[in-house]
């Protein structure tokens, strides 16, 4: 499926345009994780993505280890990472902001940035969080900041920038942060240089923001660009959002970015790239 029959944009990264990189803990999943990085190169990636991969804050030095050398030995180079956000499979959305969950968030944060510098990663994404019933909001959102800025002080250190994502309430209804305004009052809260804004394209859509006046007014805040379509977050194409234009788009307002690939592929993973070629 082709986008249009468009001349293409030059969606080369550096002075002329920005890049592709594509998410391995929503593409490509039936592979192992270990055997992705190299799918991603033969699909003619040069560089992933990647939500926390381990089942805990601290992983073992192998599991890290075997991690790097995959990513090494396939070519690719790591762009984005996740810091530890609880369960996603069962609904977490982030340790941020809980009370009880800031000691896991805490002690995972070296070793996320730690990860990120072996691998030349410099931009690490930071989920707020979900709604406590039994905290107050004013209450989480100060366990938040407080981590958050702990967060970009480790990343200050390896010259990496945190960003803060808004999810959709639809798939995500206790998550807090569903629009790009809400994002932008944390960031400019914290207050500090190396904090930026992840525009996923998909979740603003989705909660009916206009993402092509987003990119006009708010480009130089994006410290990093996520796309899928909606609606069924596959690949772009596959819904009604108006892709080649949206890409056309952050090429004009001057985004050199990397645009992750964070889509449901409808069919192989390796099969749904057929639309960059349109």
Same mark, same amino acid.
């Given at each position: 499926m082709t986008l249009s029959g468009r001349a293409k944009v030059p969606f080369a990264g550096g002075d002329g345009g920005f890049a592709f990189d594509v998410n391995l803990s929503i593409l490509f999943t039936e592979l192992p994780? +270990?055997?992705r990085p190299e799918a991603a190169a033969k699909a003619g990636f040069d560089a992933i993505e990647l939500w926390w991969p381990f089942d805990g804050p601290v992983p073992a030095d192998l599991e890290l280890d075997?991690?790097?050398r995959a990513i090494g030995d396939a070519g690719v180079r +790591?762009?984005?990472l996740n810091f530890d956000a609880g369960d996603m499979a069962a609904g977490e959305r982030g340790l941020l902001s809980?009370?009880?969950t800031t000691d896991r968030f805490r002690a995972n944060v070296e070793v996320a940035a730690g990860l990120a510098e072996s691998l030349g990663c410099r931009v690490l994404n930071a989920l707020y969080g979900n709604r406590a019933a039994d905290v107050p909001?004013?209450?989480q959102r100060e366990v938040a900041l407080g981590n958050l800025l702990l967060a970009a002080e480790a990343a200050a250190?390896?010259?990496a920038v945190v960003v803060v994502e808004a999810l959709n309430s639809h798939e995500n209804p206790r998550y807090p942060i569903t629009s790009s305004a809400a994002a932008f009052a944390v960031i400019d809260e914290i207050g500090v240089p190396n904090v930026a804004f992840l525009a996923d394209l998909y979740h603003l859509h989705r909660m009916g923001e206009d993402v092509l006046a987003l990119i006009d007014e708010s480009v130089s805040r994006f410290g990093h660009v996520q796309v899928a379509d909606d609606p069924g977050r596959g690949q772009p194409g596959s819904g009604g959002?108006?892709?080649?234009e949206i890409f056309e788009r952050l090429v004009s307002a001057g985004y050199r970015g990397h645009v992750g690939l964070e889509y449901r592929p409808t069919g192989p993973s390796a099969d749904s790239f057929a639309w960059r070629n349109g």
């Open positions: 994780l +270990l055997e075997r991690l790097r +790591l762009v984005g809980d009370p009880r909001v004013e209450a250190g390896i010259d959002m108006p892709y080649q």
